[in-house]
């Protein structure tokens, strides 16, 4: 499957932006999905996730109650809501689907990326 992942830009505290992940080839509804992030400088980390039949979500401590993951099955598209952006939420945001496991915090369960959108929030 090959996900484009959209929707980045400059935004200042206190925004919302929302970030679309596009999905082509295989099944994409039959995947799980996931966002992550890797401000400069950092690792890698998980912010949510949305299980394949949308019924379950995940999120990461510092995106709980601002974040909310959501997927179109019409569109194969998967979005990331975020609101009251933070400096601290500036990163590049890549999507991420994964076939199987049980983590979905664990990018090494991840099997195909998107390219990332850069999110930079001023202050």
């Known amino acids: 499957v090959q996900l484009q992942a959209s929707g980045g830009g400059l935004v200042q505290t206190g925004g919302s932006l929302r970030l679309s992940c596009s999905a082509s080839g295989r099944a994409f509804n039959n995947y799980a999905e996931g966002w992550f992030r890797q401000a400069p400088g950092k690792e890698r980390e998980f912010v949510a996730a949305i299980s394949w039949s949308g019924d379950f979500t995940y999120y990461a401590d510092s995106v709980k109650g601002r974040f909310t993951i959501s997927r179109d099955f019409a569109k194969n598209t998967v979005y990331l809501q975020m609101n009251s952006l933070k400096p601290e939420d500036t990163a590049v945001y890549y999507c991420?689907?994964?076939?199987?496991?049980?983590?979905?915090?664990?990018?090494?369960?991840?099997?195909?990326w998107g390219q990332g959108t850069l999110v930079t929030v001023s202050s």
């Open positions: 991420a689907v994964k076939y199987g496991g049980s983590s979905y915090s664990d990018s090494k369960q991840y099997n195909s």
